[in-house]
């Protein structure tokens, strides 16, 4: 869970998708569909649900969990929807497609690209290129480890492995003895190998281009967000994530902002086994309020999840309205085909614009003395989009923090009120 949220302490977050988090880290291997279902029949008590799960005649029969299991496989010819082609003179107006309890299947770029916050390039590289990446990664992902952390005062690990590159071997000490995730510093910080420094110069110069393509055709105005960054995406950083085999996953999270700043964009590129990368749009508690009183019925179709398939050699362009609105997540898949190069692994490189300004050296401190981590509210309506700097020493195994908050404020490009300061 290196670089992502595994949780905060605010009322925000006693919400599902922690404990799903949770339940997910305690059950290894079991689908989210089925975990989800447990934790409702336990009535969101992550405890008795895991009891359920390893009983499972006990709450979730086994009829049951084959329903649910079985999912509901749409794409959009289902749909039946007419797709208008001709260039348009105002951004296109999206439309929901999706409905609660089901999954959307995308696999077209068009599609992608209409109906989610991220754009997809397949065949990204020259085929030898990606073969040559896959196979420098594969060496290195032999020594990746799994993360620890404590989440609702259990300690869990990543149900995959990771590690994390920068681009220069003072980088990479900096890293280990500067910057904080979820309270602790990472011990294993790599610099990039060549082949993984080459691909970040294609990478970088498609990504500027999609997210500029993406202003173009989706943006109000065709003008950038607020609080996105106007400058060159540069990737001077990556998190490996390495999947091995299907029953290796990541529960539904949105990435940290800490140092990438708000409305952060990230290319993810695919290597290896093809797999389903979910996502879902945050539902704000007040119109969750208004779902449940059945007021507001064009609300019901934003809790259905997308599910996006990333096969060997795509770039995922996750643009700058995702990590704020949606959430996404690796699916454990019961059945995948292997890779003739990687077999049962799927290497995920996702590079990232770590910003000079957001260093931890200007950034709050809490009252630990550490770092703090920098979120966007989500679900509370009345705060909704704020960004705050908490303490997160509490999801270091054996600490305790000190539950610091403090509103964080930034300029319309994304730069927080030190950052002139640092220009002079
Ligand atoms: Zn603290």
Same mark, same amino acid.
């Given at each position: 869970m290196l670089g992502k949220?595994?949780?905060?302490?605010?009322?925000?977050?006693?919400c599902t998708d922690f404990k799903l988090a949770l339940l997910e880290s305690l059950n290894p291997g079991i689908r989210q569909e089925v975990l989800l279902e447990a934790l409702l029949i336990a009535q969101g008590s992550v405890e008795d649900a895991t009891k359920n799960l390893s009983?499972?005649?006990?709450?979730?029969?086994?009829?049951?969990?084959?329903a649910v299991g079985n999912g509901y496989q749409a794409s959009l010819s289902c749909y039946q929807i007419k797709r208008a082609f001709e260039p348009s003179t105002e951004p296109r107006v999206k439309k929901a497609l999706t409905r609660k309890g089901k999954t959307l299947h995308l696999y077209a770029p068009d599609d992608i690209k209409a109906h989610t916050p991220c754009s997809i390039i397949h065949n990204f590289l020259p085929s030898d290129e990606a073969d040559a990446l896959l196979r420098e990664l594969l060496a290195e992902s032999s020594t990746y480890t799994r993360e620890t952390f404590k989440l609702f005062n259990n300690i869990v690990q990543s149900p995959?492995?990771?590690?994390?590159?920068v681009n220069t071997l003072d980088e990479a000490e900096a890293q280990k003895t500067d910057y904080v995730y979820n309270g602790s510093y990472l011990k294993d910080v790599r610099r990039t190998t060549p082949e993984l420094r080459r691909v970040s110069r294609r990478v970088q110069t498609t990504v500027n281009a999609e997210v500029q393509r993406r202003i173009q055709e989706y943006y109000p105005g065709r003008?950038?967000?607020?609080?996105?960054?106007?400058?060159e995406w540069i990737p001077n950083a990556a998190f490996v994530n390495c999947y091995d085999g299907g029953t290796e996953s990541v529960g539904y999270h949105s990435d940290q902002l800490t140092y990438l700043g708000p409305r952060a964009v990230i290319g993810s590129l695919s290597l290896g086994v093809s797999?389903?990368?979910?996502?879902?749009?945050?539902?704000?508690r007040g119109e969750q309020d208004l779902k449940e009183k059945n007021v507001a019925s064009d609300r019901a179709d934003v809790e259905g999840q997308i599910s996006i398939h990333l096969p060997h050699n795509s770039l995922l362009v996750m643009? *700058?309205?995702? /990590?704020?609105?949606?959430?996404?997540?690796? *699916?454990?898949? /019961?059945?995948?085909d292997p890779h003739p190069i990687s077999e049962n692994k799927r290497l995920n490189v996702t590079y990232r614009c770590y910003k000079e300004s957001l260093h931890p050296r200007f950034t709050p401190k809490c009252k630990c003395g550490v770092p703090t981590v920098l979120r966007c509210v989500q679900k509370k309506r009345e705060s909704r989009g704020r960004y705050m700097w908490m303490c997160h020493v509490n999801y270091a195994p054996g600490k305790e923090g000190c539950g610091f908050f403090k509103w964080a404020e930034f300029d319309d490009d994304g730069e927080p009120p030190w950052s002139k300061r640092i220009e002079e």
């Open positions: 949220n595994v949780g905060t302490t605010t009322e925000d977050d006693e009983c499972p005649t006990a709450a979730v029969s086994s009829k049951k969990r084959r995959h492995t990771t590690c994390f590159y003008k950038k967000l607020k609080y996105q960054s106007p400058k797999r389903e990368f979910r996502i879902r749009k945050v539902v704000g643009h *700058a309205e995702m /990590q704020e609105d949606w959430k996404h997540s690796i *699916a454990p898949a /019961q059945a995948i």
